[in-house]
């Protein structure tokens, strides 16, 4: 599932409404996969296996604190964001966009193309290549944790060098298709690895 919130510091707040860390614990978990107990006084308890849910939204410069702040400064809640922090432009005159057919009906396809795959599970490795590649990228990150000065820098190097891998793996379907594969291309990763580096240097 997915959560649009237009404000992340007005869903930040609703979360920690009751005062308490457990619904800041189950988002942390969620992150890993680990599965999340349900549990409510009008039903029974409920085991959700393999959950994942993203978080989309924004937040102005000035209240970005707010994220790792109080309880979220030491659990590694924030180092879990991907952040997209584009260069000040000037705002543009009103114009009229008109998407061409083709791409809406190949955006279409894809993902029906991809909620398929839910009924028709693909487990994907690394080419040998892919595997080297991003052996090579983990490693150089690995000297920049291991001399870094605090926690939170590592907590950001640790959490993308699985983004990383997530990346090219979503990469590596989207350009599959429809196509059956099990491997993760050089290409894939190298594309991965780019895209995580774009992150890092927004965080």
Known sequence: CCILADELSGFLKRMNRYGDNDEVQKWLELWSGSPVLLQRISRDENKVENPFCSIVGGIQPGVLDSLSNKENEHNGFYHRFLFCYPEPDKKKDWAKYEIPSVIKYEMQDLFLCLLSLRENQRYYTLSDEANALYAEWFNNKNKKYNFAPDDNIKGVIAK???????FSLIIQVM???RNVSTIISNQAMERAIRLTEYFLGNM
Do not use: K, S, V, W
């Not at 993308?160 to 997530?166: E, P, T, W």
């Open 175 to 177: 350009y599959d298709g």
């Open 160 to 166: 993308y060098q699985d983004y990383c891998l997530r």
